[in-house]
Protein backbone atom coordinates (compact mmCIF):
# COMPACT_ATOMS: atom_id res chain seq x y z
CA UNK A 1 0.00 0.00 0.00
CA UNK A 2 1.73 3.31 -1.05
CA UNK A 3 2.08 5.65 1.78
CA UNK A 4 2.52 3.44 4.38
CA UNK A 5 5.45 4.08 6.72
CA UNK A 6 8.05 1.27 7.11
CA UNK A 7 10.44 2.04 9.45
CA UNK A 8 13.03 4.86 10.65
CA UNK A 9 16.67 5.40 9.66
CA UNK A 10 19.33 5.97 12.21
CA UNK A 11 21.64 9.11 11.17
CA UNK A 12 25.43 7.90 12.10
CA UNK A 13 25.35 10.73 14.38
CA UNK A 14 22.31 8.93 16.70
CA UNK A 15 19.68 10.91 15.57
CA UNK A 16 16.57 9.57 13.43
CA UNK A 17 16.13 10.40 10.00
CA UNK A 18 13.11 11.21 8.15
CA UNK A 19 11.00 7.72 7.58
CA UNK A 20 10.85 5.48 4.95
CA UNK A 21 8.31 5.18 2.65
CA UNK A 22 7.09 2.47 1.23
CA UNK A 23 6.89 2.46 -2.97
CA UNK A 24 3.88 1.29 -5.45
CA UNK A 25 3.56 -2.49 -5.00
CA UNK A 26 6.44 -3.29 -8.09
CA UNK A 27 9.81 -3.90 -8.74
CA UNK A 28 12.03 -4.79 -11.36
CA UNK A 29 14.53 -8.04 -11.31
CA UNK A 30 17.61 -8.72 -13.46
CA UNK A 31 18.60 -12.27 -14.16
CA UNK A 32 22.19 -13.03 -14.45
CA UNK A 33 24.18 -16.25 -15.75
CA UNK A 34 27.16 -16.91 -14.09
CA UNK A 35 30.15 -17.46 -16.20
CA UNK A 36 33.41 -18.07 -16.34
CA UNK A 37 36.31 -16.60 -18.46
CA UNK A 38 40.13 -17.53 -19.39
CA UNK A 39 42.28 -14.60 -19.86
CA UNK A 40 45.71 -14.03 -19.91
CA UNK A 41 47.79 -12.33 -17.13
CA UNK A 42 47.74 -9.28 -19.60
CA UNK A 43 44.06 -8.85 -20.56
CA UNK A 44 43.43 -9.30 -16.44
CA UNK A 45 46.26 -7.08 -15.57
CA UNK A 46 44.68 -4.39 -18.06
CA UNK A 47 41.22 -5.12 -17.04
CA UNK A 48 42.00 -4.76 -12.91
CA UNK A 49 43.92 -1.27 -13.76
CA UNK A 50 40.62 0.46 -16.05
CA UNK A 51 38.22 -1.11 -13.16
CA UNK A 52 40.02 0.57 -10.33
CA UNK A 53 40.24 3.25 -12.36
CA UNK A 54 36.71 3.65 -13.47
CA UNK A 55 35.30 2.43 -9.46
CA UNK A 56 33.80 -0.55 -11.20
CA UNK A 57 34.55 -4.23 -11.34
CA UNK A 58 36.06 -6.12 -13.82
CA UNK A 59 32.53 -8.12 -14.53
CA UNK A 60 31.13 -4.94 -15.03
CA UNK A 61 33.53 -3.62 -18.07
CA UNK A 62 33.45 -7.78 -19.27
CA UNK A 63 29.76 -6.92 -19.53
CA UNK A 64 29.58 -3.46 -20.93
CA UNK A 65 32.52 -4.08 -23.42
CA UNK A 66 30.40 -7.38 -24.68
CA UNK A 67 27.28 -4.94 -24.96
CA UNK A 68 28.94 -2.82 -26.91
CA UNK A 69 30.48 -5.40 -29.36
CA UNK A 70 27.48 -7.67 -29.64
CA UNK A 71 24.67 -6.29 -28.24
CA UNK A 72 22.81 -3.85 -30.82
CA UNK A 73 20.70 -1.26 -29.93
CA UNK A 74 17.21 -0.60 -31.13
CA UNK A 75 17.87 1.52 -34.12
CA UNK A 76 20.37 -1.32 -35.93
CA UNK A 77 17.63 -3.55 -34.99
CA UNK A 78 15.34 -1.69 -36.73
CA UNK A 79 17.65 -1.46 -39.34
CA UNK A 80 18.10 -5.53 -39.71
CA UNK A 81 14.50 -5.88 -39.58
CA UNK A 82 13.96 -3.55 -42.37
CA UNK A 83 16.55 -4.96 -44.58
CA UNK A 84 15.16 -8.45 -43.67
CA UNK A 85 11.48 -7.84 -44.80
CA UNK A 86 10.59 -9.30 -48.01
CA UNK A 87 13.73 -11.13 -48.33
CA UNK A 88 11.41 -13.78 -50.16
CA UNK A 89 9.40 -11.74 -52.37
CA UNK A 90 11.38 -12.95 -55.61
CA UNK A 91 11.22 -16.61 -55.04
CA UNK A 92 9.21 -18.66 -57.06
CA UNK A 93 9.51 -21.90 -55.60
CA UNK A 94 6.65 -20.86 -53.17
CA UNK A 95 2.99 -20.72 -53.16
CA UNK A 96 1.14 -17.50 -52.87
CA UNK A 97 0.57 -16.93 -48.96
CA UNK A 98 -2.91 -15.63 -49.17
CA UNK A 99 -3.85 -18.88 -51.15
CA UNK A 100 -2.36 -20.82 -48.40
CA UNK A 101 -4.14 -19.35 -45.71
CA UNK A 102 -7.23 -19.46 -47.19
CA UNK A 103 -6.79 -23.13 -47.50
CA UNK A 104 -5.88 -23.40 -44.03
CA UNK A 105 -8.73 -21.40 -42.95
CA UNK A 106 -11.17 -23.75 -44.79
CA UNK A 107 -10.54 -26.50 -42.38
CA UNK A 108 -13.31 -27.44 -40.00
CA UNK A 109 -10.58 -27.32 -36.74
CA UNK A 110 -12.68 -23.68 -35.84
CA UNK A 111 -16.33 -25.85 -35.87
CA UNK A 112 -14.51 -28.65 -33.57
CA UNK A 113 -13.07 -26.27 -31.11
CA UNK A 114 -16.58 -24.20 -30.84
Known amino acids: MPGRLLMTDQ ?25 QLYLDDELWGTLRIRSQQAGTSVSD ?17 QQAMRAFAGIWKDRTDLSDPEVYLRELRKGSRLKRVR
Open 61 to 77: LVRQAVREKYATGPASR
Open 11 to 35: AADGGIRKPFVDRPEWCILYTMRRT
